[in-house]
């Protein structure tokens, strides 16, 4: 069974930190791209970063770029997102996806506000 499990989500004040880490198992993680997407309340779901499956390729879209960083260690099948300069606009639930498909993790609860 394909299992994402996201953790390390939580509140933060702006300006803050968080690093979210999502653990697979159950399918051979390092041939897979992966990536983190984010829902917002009420909004749909929006693409924030993806990284190829030797690591060496980071995508991130605008909303991200320059304060997010993805990475992912192929020994531990985890994939991590640090966020940096959090903004209000950040606050969503994040979710780890593998890259291309519908298989997608509970999703962790990344809260900003003041």
């Known amino acids: 069974e394909i299992q994402l499990v996201e953790s390390g989500g939580g509140m933060v004040r702006p300006g803050g930190s968080l690093r979210l880490s999502c653990v697979a198992s159950g399918f051979p993680f390092a041939l897979f791209g992966m990536s983190w997407v984010r829902q917002a309340p009420g909004k749909e779901p929006e693409w924030v970063s993806a990284?190829?499956?030797?690591?060496?390729?980071?995508y991130y879209a605008d909303a991200g770029r320059g304060r997010f960083t993805i990475s992912r260690d192929n020994d531990k099948n985890t994939v991590y997102l640090q966020m940096n300069s959090l903004k209000a606009e950040d606050t969503a639930v994040y979710y780890c996806n593998i890259w291309g498909t519908e298989v997608w993790g509970q999703g962790t609860l990344v809260t900003v506000s003041s």
């Open positions: 990284i190829n499956r030797r690591g060496d390729m980071e």
